[in-house]
């Protein structure tokens, strides 16, 4: 009798090893997932300052054509300076209908709040940007420039 009840006591052993690895699994898995998951940076850990290039106008990539004021231009390259004493300035090249390049820069005045920047534009409106890790999104007038340190 005693083989017999070796074998089932065994096995009764060998099942409860099982599900108790099969229960803790999951467990273990989400411990390892919640290690890793990336937490975004607080709004006072965010620095701005930097140079950014033009990425892309209205989820195009640069160079590109985009529609702006009824004429279709084609953006060459462009940067955003976010400088640490509440200025910042653009500059972009691009080609209008009539042939050639321009280039047209602007300054203007900005203040923060988080990850928000509110840009007051010399002779002109007002502008709200993003900074999310490397990366400035602002909406000028219905286009959508993204930039990148």
């Known amino acids: 009798m005693k083989p017999n009840q ?7 052993q060998h099942t409860t090893s099982r599900a108790l690895l099969l229960g803790l699994l999951p467990l273990c898995l989400a411990l390892v997932w919640t290690g890793c998951k990336h937490e975004p940076a607080a709004a006072a850990d965010i620095n701005p300052v930097g140079t950014y290039a033009l990425m892309s106008v209205n989820t195009k990539q640069v160079p590109c054509a985009v529609q702006h004021e009824r004429a279709e231009l084609t953006v060459k390259s ?3 300076i ?4 509440g200025t910042c300035s653009s500059r972009m090249v691009f080609s209008p209908p009539s042939g050639g390049d321009v280039t047209r820069d602007v ?3 900005y203040t923060r709040q988080g990850a ?3 840009m007051k534009w010399e002779g002109a409106g007002m502008t709200i940007g993003t900074v999310e890790g490397d990366t400035f999104t602002m909406n000028n007038e219905g286009m959508v420039l993204a930039y990148r340190k």
Do not use: E, M, S
């Not at 070796?6 to 009764?12: A, D, E, F, H, P």
């Open 78 to 80: 462009g940067t955003f």
């Open 107 to 109: 300054k203007a005045t």
């Open 82 to 85: 976010i400088n640490a004493d």
């Open 116 to 118: 928000t920047l509110t």
């Open 6 to 12: 070796n074998k089932l006591n065994c096995k009764r």
